[in-house]
């Protein structure tokens, strides 16, 4: 064979490689269209000086896109990269339920079991509170951040678990009997973490460790029980003020209810576990997905670890996070094949509204049919004073960092 004939075989198989790589490139990737949009849709982060998000996006069994816009470390202006490590705050929760899940698969536990079995600090409050209660939000227990705050804490302060504990076992009474009502209460959540280390023998970020993140390749992800440890390529959150910002300080050494440290690059293969499970399976996802039930055989829209509702007409699966100057939202339309992650580390991100816009691009609006219903007529009813005046005080909302007083003036409620 020639030297010329060689040559012009040697450049056709490398033109037949080139294509094929290029296909494999672009099969599993959002078009370049798509990408723009997605793009417009963050071009606000998008600049070096301002705290900065990231997005990963799972469609038909790949991760199809994810990027990082904007700032990870204002002070040294070192950017987003899919490698960056955020906080995402009471995503971590879906993580929690099924460290739990896992340990009823090996009939180590039951979801329907006391906590006072494991836990027999839990005040005894003369009615069962399970473990699928705290998985629901509907044990009647207080918010710990919220008895933290009432007790005169700072949620910047270095909070441990022995500090949340103390509040826990001091409660004198619930807020309701457990399954009566929805409620969301971080409590729950932080005490099914210490479920799973009285019953494995393992600290709970070990445990999470050893049986979620090390099988799924998860390598930068962790749930963050020492907020001294040093995690490199961390992203450290922030809050605007006027034109500056100021730091939002995260000193939690919690897990449960909250510190999964995690990357769109590991986000992307937790999302994907959901379809096909490596870690769990069909049976434990399918779980935590059916709604909760009250006492009363009704539903809200909470499950287990996460939400479920409806946008545009598709089924949502999803959970959101807020500390400190994190934000962050999970979902995934899972008839659709669809996931999506959105972080970021400023207070003033919409993370569910980004999350959705991004949806929005994939999943064409369904045209729903409104029926005309008669409009019920609205009942109004007048309370004694007797029965208004139990709920004068002082209430707090720690989501919103906002409190207020409830008081009586003559014979109606009225608040500051």
Not at 185 to 199: D, I, M, P
Not at 312 to 329: I, L, M, T
Not at 390 to 415: A, C, F, V
Request: aromatic share 12%; glycine share 6%; proline share 3%.
């Amino acid at each position: 064979m020639s030297s010329k004939i060689k040559i012009v075989l040697f450049l056709l198989a490398f033109l037949m490689i080139s294509n094929m790589l290029i296909a494999q490139t672009n099969d599993g990737y959002v078009s370049k269209e798509n990408e723009l949009r997605v793009d417009q849709i963050f071009k606000n982060f998008d600049n070096p000086k301002w705290p900065g998000a990231a997005v990963c996006i799972v469609k038909d069994g790949q991760v199809v896109f994810k990027k990082g816009y904007g700032s990870a470390n204002l002070e040294y202006d070192i950017p987003v990269r899919s490698n960056t490590v955020f906080h995402v705050a009471s995503v971590s929760k879906q993580f929690t339920v099924l460290a739990i899940l896992l340990l009823e698969d090996e009939g180590k536990l039951s979801f329907d079991d006391d906590i006072r079995k494991y836990i027999p600090e839990v005040p005894d409050f003369g009615t069962t509170i399970t473990l699928r209660h705290l998985a629901g939000h509907t044990s009647g227990l207080r918010d710990h951040w919220d008895l933290y705050c009432l007790a005169g804490g700072r949620l910047d302060d270095a909070i441990t678990k022995s500090h949340l504990f103390k509040l826990i076992k001091r409660q004198k009474e619930l807020n309701f009997t457990p399954g009566e009502k929805y409620w969301y209460s971080n409590t729950g959540y932080t005490l099914l973490a210490e479920v799973v280390t009285r019953v494995s023998g393992q600290s709970f970020s070990e445990f999470t460790q050893k049986n979620i993140f090390e099988p799924l390749g998860m390598i930068n992800s962790q749930f963050y029980d020492n907020h001294e440890k040093i995690v490199p390529n961390r992203a450290y959150s922030y809050e605007p003020t006027g034109d500056n910002f100021k730091k939002r300080v995260l000193s939690f050494s919690i897990t449960g209810s909250t510190s999964v440290f995690t990357t769109i690059d590991d986000i992307g293969t937790w999302m994907l576990n959901f379809e096909s499970p490596k870690v769990g399976s069909r049976r434990i996802f399918d779980k935590m997905e059916t709604l909760a039930q009250l006492n009363d055989s009704s539903t809200f829209t909470g499950a287990y670890g996460l939400f479920v509702n409806k946008h545009n007409g598709y089924k949502q699966v999803f959970h959101e996070g807020s500390d400190a100057g994190y934000r962050a939202y999970l979902s995934r339309f899972p008839d659709q094949r669809l996931g999506i992650a959105v972080f970021s580390t400023s207070t003033a991100t919409d993370s569910e509204g980004l999350a959705l816009e991004i949806a929005n691009i994939f999943l064409e609006k369904k045209t729903e049919i409104i029926t005309n219903k008669p409009v019920e007529k609205v009942q109004y009813i007048s309370l004694s004073k007797d029965k208004l005046t139990p709920y004068e005080g002082y209430y707090w909302n720690q989501q919103r960092s906002l409190n207020r007083k409830i008081y009586m003036h003559n014979d109606t409620l009225r608040y500051l």
